[in-house]
């Protein structure tokens, strides 16, 4: 069975779609609950931190509902289209309001918004996990690093499109000197976008017959098939599956700690620790982010020739090595310099390392009808880090000093090192032994 990147792209307009509509979240909503609503930081916050809290429970939820669904279209794609369609209808809501508010406000309006942003991120919650599922629904096992690397390729775009329209509505030119601010066009071109991806997806993608295929594939591969049959016929997992899978979802859980806390609290680092604008220390985050773009698809293509544990492996010690140096940086530096973002850059492809390996790590360890659940299990402890992270870290540089932001970020990559160490399923190699262009043989666009 070939590896189709056309296939893998198309689905992958999912996550576009979804990470098209974050960007947008996270970067609008604080700005309307604080400006136009007036709410003070702390409760803007936790407003903010509502996404992280449900998507606790509704991720692994509708991941194994989804796993059971059984409709013509498949198991993933009708969550995917009425999750779609209602959140671009709810999201329309929300500007609206809010300039009906600025005009005229009331508590009931107030009451209104709150109620739609709770609606949205249920309904956000609903299809995100059957979203990413569908990719290793519909690849097999051994091309998942390559698949996800694309899929994360696909989802940065997403992000990207976004900044980039949105850079040109919101121009300094355009917004200065405003006492309130239009959201309402870029909510319409996101959901504009969104209903695109969906129309891709839905059309594009024959998830029934994909499925079946990849079913096929597994029957012919049983080596592959980590489940058990017990006494009474039930599958379940062997028990050092269990702790595998264990050991690797508190990996996930430390990785994210750490590299969350980087992505909460550098700017605020950089402004008082290095004395550095907020347009460098976002440049160091964008540089990044780049580094990460670019290094998708060649480290997928490299975990498939030395495996995914040992690509996760270069990654943890990549951004260990990182966060140790800007440590050694503060102490002895201290102020601005551009080697930072050569660092910075290489922190985003150590990130990239990991991402690209964890998830497809996780669903090797599961039968087929299970990645939604499995794919939910992902997200509960990746999601609950970044909850727990920015408390954390803050505290202890409250507390303490501000010095202590990348100690801190390479304890706990040190420590997921370690607990991958007990992590002995979910790795492959497809391509060993082939050479340049003989690694290409499998795939077909």
Known sequence: MKYKAGQTIRIGFAFLSICAFWQMYNTIIPLVLTRTFHMNESISGFIMALDNILALFLLPFFGTVSDKCKSKMGRRKPFILFGTIAA???????????????ENGSTAKLAIFIGILGALLIVMGTYRSPAVALMPD????????????????MGALGGIIYLGISSVLFSKSRTQGLDHINYLPIFIIVGGIMLLALIIVMITIDENKLHGELEEYEAAHPEENLIEID?????ELPAPVKRSLLFLLISISLWFISYNGIETWFTTYASKVWGMALGQANTCLMIATGGAILSYVPIGWIAEKIGRKKSIYCGII????????????TLTIGTF????FVVFALVGMGWAAINVNSLPMVVEMCKGSDTGKFTGYYYTFSMAAQIITPIVAGTLMNRINYN???PYCAVFMVLAFITMQFVKHGDTVVTKGKKGLEAFDDMDM
């Not at 709810?90 to 508010?101: E, V």
Request: aromatic residues 14%; negative net charge; proline residues 7%.
């Open 318 to 329: 990549d951004m260990t090595a990182c966060f140790i140096f800007c440590f050694i940086y």
């Open 88 to 102: 671009i209808i709810l999201m329309m809501l929300l500007p609206i309001i809010d300039n009906s508010y600025f």
């Open 231 to 235: 006494e009474t016929g039930k599958e």
């Open 404 to 406: 202590v932001l990348f």
């Open 337 to 340: 310099s551009p080697i930072l």
């Open 138 to 153: 519909c690849t097999p096992k051994p091309y998942r690093s390559m698949a996800n690397a694309i899929i994360n390729l």
